[in-house]
């Protein structure tokens, strides 16, 4: 008998997530059946899209998330036991899989590096990146990037592929901590928004001639200054607006039109799950690559304990972490 121990939304949230929104549940999961296997999880992460996608959830429902596991016990002959893989399992201890929507580690993944960077840099933040810089705002060597929340999971990726690629980068994060570790990656400005008397005056200072590229995680007021100066035909991806996500009052007021109209810029959203395939692994490949090369640096803010689910992700949301936020079980 394994019993699995799930987090399940208890309320809707209302404004930032609390405690009392989530409720702990125990269990009792049936016995394998022939093709499934029990998965043990080892990693599971906390990211920004789920304060947005628990609205599609009922409340009773499990929080939804992706995790690396490992296969305790097998009836499918592909996943033996002890094979580690990512799976959409949500917030849980233990689940049973069919294996159809498993994704193994990669056969060339070394041992020299955490099995957790597949929830990061080498996972679905680090493709996002990959994909929203390289295809969606399409930089070139000799251009400016504007990257906000530039410090987290994702930003920190792009900054450092930017700067692979000759782009002069420019980050904004929200403590002094982070503006030290951005200036580490290698960004060429990085600047505290919390501290700065005026963005607009910091992003005119920072590049002068105005941004080729706008790689937006925070949305709101902050877009609604960068966007103003983009250079003409700028391109912005519009990758998450954290910034209202919790709001509970109207939504702020967009970019301003005319800016938009008349500087003629491209303005796409995205979600990573577009890419898969061939280019998606070659994607993987090259964050591999990068990482083992020591091009692109990672960090993990790694919260111990599954008890402590909600706690890292009501943390995640209010930029407590730097780097890739993870719950070791």
Not at 81 to 89: K, P
């Amino acid at each position: 008998m394994v019993l699995a121990k799930s987090w399940i939304l208890k309320k809707h949230f209302e404004g930032y997530p609390i405690k009392s929104n989530f409720e702990l549940k125990t269990i009792e999961l049936p016995p394998l059946k022939n093709g499934e296997v029990l998965l043990e999880a080892l990693f599971l992460t906390v990211d920004p899209y789920m304060r947005l996608a628990a609205k599609r959830l009922k409340e009773g429902d499990m929080m939804m998330g992706q995790q690396v596991a490992r296969v305790v016990e097998s009836k499918n002959s592909a996943l033996p036991t002890g094979t580690i893989v990512v799976a959409s399992s949500g917030w849980t201890t233990h689940s049973i899989s069919d294996g159809k929507e498993l994704e193994k580690l990669p056969t060339e993944w070394p041992d020299t590096l955490p099995v957790s960077l597949a929830l990061g840099t080498i996972g679905m933040p680090g493709l996002t990146a990959y994909f929203g810089l390289l295809n969606i705002c399409a930089v070139k060597g000799g251009e400016t990037l504007m990257v906000n929340a530039a410090a987290g999971a994702v930003g920190s990726v792009v900054g450092q592929i930017a700067k692979l690629k000759g782009c002069k980068v420019v980050g904004a994060a929200g403590s002094d901590e982070k503006i030290a570790y951005l200036k580490k990656l290698g960004f060429d400005v990085a600047f505290n928004y919390k501290t700065t008397e005026s963005l607009e005056g910091t992003l005119k200072k920072a590049s002068p001639d105005g941004y080729d590229c706008y790689f937006d995680n925070v949305g709101g007021e902050f877009s609604n200054t960068v966007i103003p100066q983009m250079k003409k035909f700028g391109r912005i991806a519009v990758c998450g607006a954290i910034s209202v996500y919790n709001r509970t009052g109207p939504p702020p007021p967009g970019p301003p039109p005319e800016i938009v109209i008349y500087q003629e810029l491209h303005m796409e959203g995205f979600i990573v799950y577009r890419w898969q395939g061939e280019e998606r692994q070659k994607a993987l490949k090259d964050l591999m690559k990068w990482v083992l090369e020591g091009k692109i640096q990672y960090h993990e803010y790694i919260t111990e304990g599954f008890e402590n689910m909600p706690a890292a992700f009501m943390g995640m949301l209010k930029g407590d972490n730097l780097g890739k936020a993870i719950v070791k079980v």
